[in-house]
């Protein structure tokens, strides 16, 4: 799933959709009858800002540096799943992920209209069962970049702030790709990850 998909024609509508997302999830992740300052203090303890670089010498042509860079990142979060869960089957404590493309000088509202030096941002939610086993590898290192070297860099920022921060880090990650929307020549400005049927990642089921 993808922004793209459901048309929004203010990037605040977008914006509020990707806060709901994450909110529903630390409900679904607790419990349903959670108070609103427990879903806060949850959300505050599972949720990362990130940041995947590419390896510039491997980006292709400008037409498909939107592909490369979701199949990279795709690629990478698969590999991340080995460090967080022990067994493949347990597809419901893979991460909810949200993942946008930018390009230099979007921050100022000048962006590149060929990207030299493109790169994803994203908010990544951890199952409450794979927090201890994410600290562990990230200070080890381990989800610094993908086997093929195609993402050489990725940093995380845990978000310790409240809701109204919440709202800031969404905007700070949609910025671009909203602007790419309705565009016949983007492929995917921004991705939901797991990839999986709602059957095998039952918080779907409530989309």
Do not use: C, W
């Not at 990707?18 to 349903?32: G, H, M, Q, T």
């Not at 509202?109 to 590898?137: C, E, Y």
């Amino acid at each position: 799933m993808n922004l793209a998909d459901k048309s929004f024609r203010l990037r605040e509508e977008a914006q509020s959709y990707v806060e709901n997302l994450f909110r529903s999830k630390a409900v679904f992740d607790i419990n349903p009858e959670s108070d609103p300052a427990i879903v806060e203090h949850h959300i505050s303890k599972h949720l990362y800002f990130f940041t995947a670089h590419l390896k510039y010498k491997m980006l292709p042509n400008s037409s498909s540096k939107q592909e490369y860079a979701m199949n990279a990142f795709r690629k990478y979060y698969i590999e991340m799943q080995r460090e967080l869960i022990e067994h493949s089957r347990q597809t419901v404590m893979q991460p909810l992920t949200y993942v946008a493309y930018d390009v230099e000088g979007s921050r100022y509202n000048s962006p590149a209209i060929d990207a030299q030096i493109p790169h994803l941002h994203g908010l990544m939610l951890l199952h409450p069962k794979t927090r201890d086993n994410f600290v562990r590898a990230l200070e080890a290192k381990m989800l610094t970049k993908n086997s093929d070297g195609s993402i050489e860099k990725v940093t995380f920022e845990a978000h310790r702030g409240g809701l109204e921060d919440l709202s800031r880090i969404v905007d700070y990650t949609i910025k671009h790709s909203t602007t790419l929307q309705g565009n016949n020549y983007n492929f995917q400005p921004d991705m939901l990850l797991p990839d999986l049927k709602p059957k095998l990642y039952p918080f779907y089921k409530s989309l």
